[in-house]
């Protein structure tokens, strides 16, 4: 089952150029600026949000189990508390400070990496046809159809790199535990982009959404999508245990592993659980589907 498949936004010029990953001209390859940054927001990372340093409470306990399990049954899923194993125990984190992007990448962006030479081109249309590239959906839809080293790559490019997992989980979920990125209320097409299986995927349009569609179920931290749209490849190896041992400030993930995690939920099949800020997704890193895509981050300095 676990393999189903607003805080200030911060945009402007104020840091390094390295620490963002701008070129020479103050903006990131193969664009003038942020399409998607509120005029109002001017200090920091272009397109990107400043998460500050501090604790959050990552992870899910007996009350959040129970909580996610009467809406899972609300909306006629069933529920076994055994998926919710690999998110226990709920612990206090402490982790610096960070940027993180506001929305995923998108197929306009990643196509600037794959002009440049860097990036491989990801699953397209003529291989799935859910696949973004090569599709009507180009532009501002998320980039999918990309594995966990493309993802890695295209970060790198930006001069960024993958979030770690606690470092998601947090600009998701902000610091008050809320169960979903939005709060406490079930998901519905009104916040998430999300397929329940039973209907058409994608809230009816049977395909991902542009970023950014669905802005009533931002983070508390103002992301974009965190709950669906597509799940996001993080930094962290799987392991279903690694909470019990984890440090509790910065934990870096595993040292190894064969899976890597995902983080978010997606379009495509979903149960309601799976679009939960804590919700973690074991995933092989070699493996392109349609529901999977690319958030990237940056220390602050």
């Known amino acids: 089952m676990k393999r189903f498949f607003p805080?200030?936004?911060?945009?402007?010029l104020a840091l390094s150029l390295g620490a963002c990953g701008l070129n020479d001209e103050g903006a990131f390859p193969g664009e003038s600026h942020v399409k998607y940054c509120p005029e109002e927001n001017k200090s920091g990372c272009p397109g990107m949000v400043l998460i500050p340093a501090g604790e959050f409470t990552m992870g899910t306990d007996d009350s959040?189990?129970?909580?996610?399990?009467?809406?899972?049954?609300a909306l006629d899923y069933p529920c076994d508390r055994k998926w919710f194993d690999d998110e226990q125990p709920r612990r206090t984190v402490v982790l610096d400070a960070f940027y993180i992007d506001w929305h995923e990448v998108t197929v306009d962006e990643y196509r600037a990496c794959v002009d440049a030479g860097r990036c491989t081109k990801p699953?397209?249309?003529?291989?799935?046809?859910?696949?973004?590239?090569?599709?009507?959906?180009?532009?501002?839809?998320?980039?999918?159809?990309?594995?966990?080293?493309?993802?890695?790559?295209?970060?790198?490019?930006?001069?960024?790199?993958?979030?770690?997992?606690?470092?998601?989980?947090?600009?998701?979920?902000?610091?008050?535990?809320?169960l979903y990125p939005w709060g406490e209320q079930p998901p519905s097409c009104d916040l998430v982009v999300w397929g329940d299986g039973r209907r058409t995927d994608g809230c009816g349009r049977n395909?991902?959404?542009?970023?950014?569609?669905?802005?009533?179920?931002?983070?508390?931290?103002?992301?974009?999508?965190?709950?669906?749209?597509v799940y996001e490849w993080v930094e962290d190896?799987?392991?279903p245990g690694y909470y019990a041992s984890a440090p509790s400030r910065n934990p870096p993930g595993p040292p190894s592993g064969t899976m890597r995690v995902l983080r978010g939920g997606s379009w495509g099949l979903n149960h309601p659980y799976a679009l939960r800020a804590g919700s973690r997704l074991s995933f092989d890193p070699a493996v392109r589907y349609v529901s999977v895509g690319i958030?990237?981050?940056?220390?602050?300095?």
């Open 123 to 178: 699953g397209d249309v003529s291989s799935n046809r859910a696949c973004n590239w090569g599709s009507e959906r180009e532009g501002s839809h998320p980039v999918n159809c990309v594995d966990w080293e493309q993802a890695r790559k295209y970060c790198e490019w930006r001069g960024k790199r993958l979030p770690a997992e606690a470092e998601w989980e947090k600009a998701a979920r902000g610091t008050d535990g809320r």
């Open 237 to 239: 190896w799987y392991d």
């Open 64 to 73: 959040g189990i129970n909580q996610a399990c009467r809406h899972q049954q």
């Open 207 to 229: 395909s991902t959404w542009p970023v950014c569609s669905k802005l009533q179920g931002n983070s508390p931290h103002g992301l974009c999508d965190t709950g669906g749209n």
């Open 295 to 301: 958030r990237c981050a940056s220390p602050s300095p």
């Open 7 to 12: 805080a200030l936004v911060w945009c402007g």
